[in-house]
């Protein structure tokens, strides 16, 4: 388990996470009527911790406010909200060291590749293996699989109270079995409001790598999105990941940005591609 957990905070209908693990504050959900709460609530945060970064998840009506505080943007999901309006990621380095990117040349080299690769169809999962909803009775399972995949992890998905409260709160966690042994898993955090969701928390045991399970994942959750009035999917991904990034490519998502140095996954500060799909193209995205 971590040895830190950054911690959650409500303001009005808006939701920061923030704490030394990340070594940032992070607006998660974020709406405009508590918008200048929201700002004040970080200069507090600040004055009692200095963290590296600063990331928000905005709508695009909020820009302006948060450029005038100094925050530039890093990236977007264009149809975030409803299938319409445009998410944007704002960023603020409070600490000057957190803004350098050390391997920026190797990151942009990936890019150059992604960029590059066409939508593949995807082959019917072999029936040597089976892929179902997961349910409490499988955590067990789940967090003994994320331990083994990741030494470190932005959220706490290595705690089962944590997975077994956040399958009561809309999200979604899909599981591969191979002879009834949990061998690879994924889920879906739905936000039913903005009818969007985010495709992550993907761990495939070392042993079947290279099987392409974490596309099935990923479109097995993508039918049960679009029967459930999902307009948008979204991912957070570690840049470095070649094969994980690839991954959206070929299923057919458009880069949206990177978020540089932003996020404590396998065992240190990573930066992070974001990338998304409108799920029903019939409305226009602004």
């Given at each position: ?57 905005v ?10 505080k100094?925050?530039?943007r ?22 000057p060291?957190r ?77 591969i ?12 955090d ?97």
């Open positions: 388990m971590n040895p830190i957990i950054d911690r959650e905070l409500a303001i009005g209908e808006s939701k920061i996470q923030y704490g030394e693990h990340n070594d940032r504050i992070y607006v998660m959900e974020y709406k405009q009527k508590s918008g200048e709460r929201v700002l004040k609530t970080i200069d507090r945060l600040m004055q009692e911790t200095t963290y590296g970064k600063i990331i928000a998840k709508p695009a009506e909020a820009e302006q406010l948060f450029t005038a100094g925050y530039r890093e990236a977007e999901i264009p149809g975030y909200y409803e299938g319409v309006r445009k998410s944007l990621f704002m960023a603020k380095y409070p600490d060291e803004r350098k990117v050390a391997n920026r040349q190797y990151l942009e080299s990936h890019l150059k590749r992604l960029k590059e690769m066409k939508q593949v169809a995807l082959k019917p999962l072999s029936s040597h293996y089976k892929m179902r909803i997961l349910e409490t009775g499988d955590i067990d399972e789940m967090v003994t699989l994320y331990k083994r995949v990741f030494a470190s992890y932005p959220f706490p998905i290595h705690d089962h109270q944590f997975i077994e409260r956040t399958m009561r709160d809309d999200v979604v966690y899909f599981g079995f191979s002879a009834g042994a949990l061998i690879a898993v994924s889920s879906c739905i936000n039913k409001v903005a009818r969007s969701a985010e495709m992550t928390d993907f761990a495939v045991n070392p042993d079947f790598r290279g099987l392409k399970l974490s596309r099935h994942l990923l479109e097995a959750m993508e039918v049960y999105l679009k029967a459930n009035g999902i307009q948008t999917a979204t991912t957070i991904a570690r840049a470095v990941s070649l094969p994980m990034n690839a991954t959206f490519a070929k299923a057919g998502y458009r880069f949206g940005g990177t978020l540089y140095n932003n996020t404590h996954i396998s065992g240190e500060i990573e930066s992070m591609n974001v990338w998304y799909k409108n799920l029903r193209s019939r409305k226009r995205s602004i």
